[in-house]
């Protein structure tokens, strides 16, 4: 099936039981990758952008990224968020080349055209020329040459952006069910304790999906099983917003009796009781929360609370095969001296050096390198069913399910011949969904679709 | 200062070198003192290192040498995928400087650079940055009370643990 935007054009064809398979083209394709950045992060999403506890002052600003285009936070005068994109609009260049730092205005290094904190053009030297010689053209209008200005909304003190004309409000973005869960971390101010940043390299999507996954968890994270941190005989599920874009994973601990109980016959590696931790400090917490959450909000951010770490990851995209993780740890401004020492010092537990979350960065990489070629064969996401619903197990794929079928919706990409059973009902939807342009001109099959039903679901 | 004492303290250095790159991990635990501290500062917004690991973010920080011991233990369980096959490295450390000797231990700061190699993707890339050592001598052997490590490309490549540095 043939996908495309005004700008982009690809051919994907996705296995017929869409809802169990990724084709690994999706990880690997340029022409996916630029796909995404139109369909996707500019689609009728809400991206994740910044804390408010990072942007507390007037004129405060926050350089990050949508998909891979430079965006600048900032909060002006009056308290009001604003985002733009960082680039000049008169020749390209990156108007913000900090990360952080408060400013009144901002000021292209390169000819020095300057913007207020809402991205509109505020000053061009010599735009009416110099010694009588003429300067920018009379017919000039600042007002048409702004930085791109993005929708911004907040929710619990995160800050989201999107390039999209026309998205559902952010509370109805996030979702019942997804809101809980951010009230839950989110109850009262909170306070940056620090970043780290690594790169993998492999496609943002494995790691999507990897924290989508409570599967892995007791099987690749030796760490996290040895000791007794998580367990997938543990209690917990998954939880997904109702069109299944966004997930929840959350486990607590079972009685010590109920432990013994669940691994009693198991000859699983994930279970060794030999070993203890020689520095139990690192594990000694207070009580705060009754297990463990990763919570997913598509496309690009995670919220992490283990054990008493409290962490922002954000995904950046940085080309088909390499992506940018940044983890923002965080804690309550309210926090004691020793509760904040002891966020501090579980953070040694996840982040680049971390010794729960080491292995999933490399978990991605090592599927990037193996799926090089053969890119029209595909994964398997069958792990607990074929169903996208909540789940009161650890041992499913529920959530990469729902990751994989919004997305198939947001990009156009519906399943080649062959439909089953179980993915009637969504072919149904993304045959609507299938762009109309891409209909009419380009697809081989050739879908008839309703021009104003583009993009929603039937 | 005896000059003596400066190479005293370099040796200590290129002998932890290589007992990391040589893969010796208890050779290496049983230079740090049960005391010692091992502190990877993360970088603040404002672009300067972390200075105080209990109410900052570090990349790694231990209190005590059974953090270490942890490490080590994770490293030879072969358990950890990430860390697995193992990675080549070539520790180079030099500018070795004592840059104070007030209390009777020998501050040791020193320039430092790893080389490192991972077969599993045919890559090379590096790590460098500053080390600041100080050493206190415990049955006429000089051994680590606390070390200190500066990374200056704090961008890591996929993973970072305690050989990548």
Known sequence: MRATSKHHSVALPWPAEAITRVPYQVFLDPAVYEHEQEQLFRGPVWN???????LLQPQDFKATFIGDTPVVITRAKD???HAFVNRCAHRGALVCREPRGNRATHVCAYHQWSYDLTGNLIGVPFRKGINGQPGLPDDFQPA???LRQLRVAVYNGLIFASFAPRVEPLEDYVGANMRSHLDRIFN????????????IN?????YAENVRDPYHASLLHLFHTTFGMYRSSQGGGVTLDDRGRHSALHSYRRTEAEEVAAYKDAELRTYQAKYTLADPSLLRGRAEFPGLTIQTIFPCLVVQQIQNTLA???????????FELIFTFFGYTDDD????AIRIKQANLVGPAGLVSMEDGHAAEIVQQAIIRDKDTASLVAMGGRAVANEESLVTETAIRGFWRYYRELMGFTASAGVTKENESWMHASSVLQNTEAARSTSPTKRRTKPTETRRRA | MAPELLTRCADLLYQEAAYLDERRWAEWLALYTEDAEYWLPAWDEDGRPTDDPQSQLSLIYYSSRTGLEDRVWRIQSGLSSASSPPVRTCHLVTNVRITNLTDGQPHVSSHWQVQIY?????HAFTYFGFYEHVLRLEEEQLRIVRKKIILLNDIVESVLDIYHV
Request: aromatic share 6%; proline share 6%.
């Open chain 1, 312 to 322: 922002v990851r954000h995904i950046i995209p940085r080309g088909v095969d390499r």
């Open chain 1, 337 to 340: 001296e020793e509760l904040c």
């Open chain 1, 202 to 206: 492999a496609n943002w999507k494995l």
């Open chain 1, 144 to 146: 048409q040459n702004s």
């Open chain 1, 48 to 54: 994740y952008v910044a804390l408010e506890a990072e």
């Open chain 1, 79 to 81: 308290g009001a968020l």
């Open chain 2, 118 to 122: 991972r077969p599993e993707k045919q």
């Open chain 1, 188 to 199: 009262r101010p909170i306070r940056v304790l620090g970043h780290a940043r690594q790169f």
